[in-house]
C-alpha cells in the first residue's frame, strides 16, 4: 500500500516549451502533497507544499508563476514549468502525506521526474 | 530558515564494517524521519522518530533520537553491499512539512 506514482518519468524539450508533472497517490488520499527538486549529488530541496483546493504554498526563492501547482483532489497534485530553460533541468519528486495518527506522518515518495531542457 | 546538516557527506566502508550518519539541527525538532535514496531511486522512507531519547530498530539498522531532540543517528551493523545509498534525514520543527538532511553518501566495498 502507500503508493505514489509521476507520470513522466523522463522529458527532453525544448527551451520555451512548458511541461507538466502529474504526482498520483494511487492508493490513499493524502493529507498534503509536497513537490521536490533535487540537482545531482544534492540534498532534497522543497519547492511548494500543496493541499487540494487551496493554493499551494511556495518556499522562499521558488517563483510561483514560474512552477504553478494544481492540486485537483485528495490524490492528484500536478507541477507545470512554465517557460523551461536549460537550469530548470533537474530531477523533481513529489510526495504524499499520509497521517496515521497524532503526529505520524509518513511521506510516500513518487520515482520522480527527470527533466532536460534543451 | 532551519537548516538540517548531516556527517560525514561521504563514508566509504569494507563489507562487514559498521556505519554510522549523523544529523544535526540548531533547533528543537518535533520528529525526524530517515529515507534512503539509491543511485537513480527515489528516497524510501525507513522509520520516524518522535520522542526523546527514542531507539527504533529494524534488522541491522538502529535510529536514535537525541535527548534534547536536536539531533539524530542511524547506525548500521556489519554492512552490505545492499546497504549502497544515499541515507537522508529529515526534520520538523513542528509544521507540516520536512526539511531534508544534506544527506550522507554509503558506498560498500566489496
Redesign the interface.
Same mark, same amino acid.
Given at each position: 500500500g502507500a503508493v505514489v506514482s509521476q507520470h513522466p518519468s523522463w522529458v527532453i524539450c525544448k527551451s520555451g516549451t512548458s511541461v507538466k508533472i502529474e504526482c498520483r497517490s494511487l492508493d490513499f488520499q493524502a493529507t498534503t502533497m509536497f513537490w521536490y527538486r533535487q540537482f545531482p549529488k544534492q540534498s532534497l530541496m522543497l519547492m511548494a507544499t500543496s493541499n487540494e483546493g487551496s493554493k499551494a504554498t511556495y518556499e522562499q526563492g521558488v517563483e510561483k508563476d514560474k512552477f504553478l501547482i494544481n492540486h485537483a483532489s485528495l490524490t492528484l497534485s500536478t507541477l507545470t514549468v512554465t517557460s523551461a530553460h536549460p537550469e530548470d533541468s533537474s530531477f523533481y519528486i513529489c510526495s504524499a502525506s499520509l497521517r496515521t495518527s497524532g503526529f505520524e506522518e509518513t511521506q510516500y515518495f513518487g520515482p520522480g521526474t527527470r527533466l532536460l531542457v534543451l | @530558515?532551519q537548516q538540517v546538516m548531516q556527517i560525514p557527506q561521504y563514508q566509504h566502508v569494507q563489507e562487514g564494517e559498521d556505519f554510522t550518519t549523523y544529523c544535526n539541527s540548531s533547533t528543537t525538532l518535533?520528529?525526524i524521519?530517515w %529515507?534512503k535514496q539509491r543511485p537513480g531511486?527515489?528516497? &524510501?522512507?525507513l522509520i520516524?522518530l &518522535?520522542k526523546s531519547g527514542e531507539v527504533k530498530k529494524q534488522k541491522r539498522l538502529t535510529f536514535q533520537f537525541g535527548e534534547a531532540k536536536k539531533n539524530s543517528s542511524l547506525h548500521i551493523t556489519a554492512t552490505q553491499t545492499t546497504d549502497v545509498g544515499t541515507y537522508?534525514c529529515?526534520a520538523t520543527s513542528g509544521t %507540516?512539512? %520536512?526539511?531534508? @538532511?544534506? @544527506?550522507t553518501?554509503l558506498k560498500v566495498l566489496a
Open positions: - | @530558515g518535533s520528529n524521519q %529515507y531511486g527515489h528516497p &524510501v522512507f520516524q &518522535v537522508f529529515a %507540516y512539512k %520536512y526539511i531534508f @538532511g544534506t @544527506g553518501r
